[in-house]
């Protein structure tokens, strides 16, 4: 059992930045592969960014590639979401989920656990 909670969401101005941390409870954290997603009023959940249980595979949605930056601290348990160059277009609620799999995966459908989510607004 993992659990997951989100943290850093906030207001932002177009062309800010804005660091979402996710704090994982357990002692098997190194076991799972962890990702990012989004989702807009209206829209489905979309995947942002995932990383490998060991941190050296990472992947990233073309909307965000270049602006996101996806990191993992297995000693502190937490992976973080680095956003530059921030978008009216990433305005979402952001999930962090853990997949057992261990490896990137760019669906919601692996991934075995969610946190609550943690709200982006970005202003123009």
């Known amino acids: 059992q993992v659990q997951l909670v989100e943290s850093g969401g906030g207001l932002v101005q177009a062309g800010g930045s804005l660091r979402l941390s996710c704090a994982a409870s357990?002692?098997?954290?190194?076991?799972?592969?962890m990702a990012w997603f989004r989702q807009a009023p209206g829209k489905e959940r979309e995947f942002v960014a995932a990383?490998?249980?060991?941190?050296?595979?990472?992947a990233y949605a073309d909307s965000v590639k270049g602006r996101f930056t996806i990191s993992r601290g297995n000693a502190k348990n937490a992976v973080s979401l680095q956003m530059n160059s921030l978008k009216p277009e990433d305005t979402a609620v952001y999930y962090c989920?853990?997949?057992?799999?261990?490896?990137?995966?760019?669906?919601?459908?692996?991934?075995?656990?969610w946190g609550q989510g943690t709200q982006v607004t970005v202003s123009s």
């Open positions: 989920a853990a997949s057992s799999l261990g490896v990137v995966r760019t669906t919601p459908t692996p991934y075995n656990y």
């Open positions: 357990g002692r098997t954290f190194s076991t799972y592969a």
């Open positions: 990383i490998s249980r060991g941190g050296g595979s990472t």
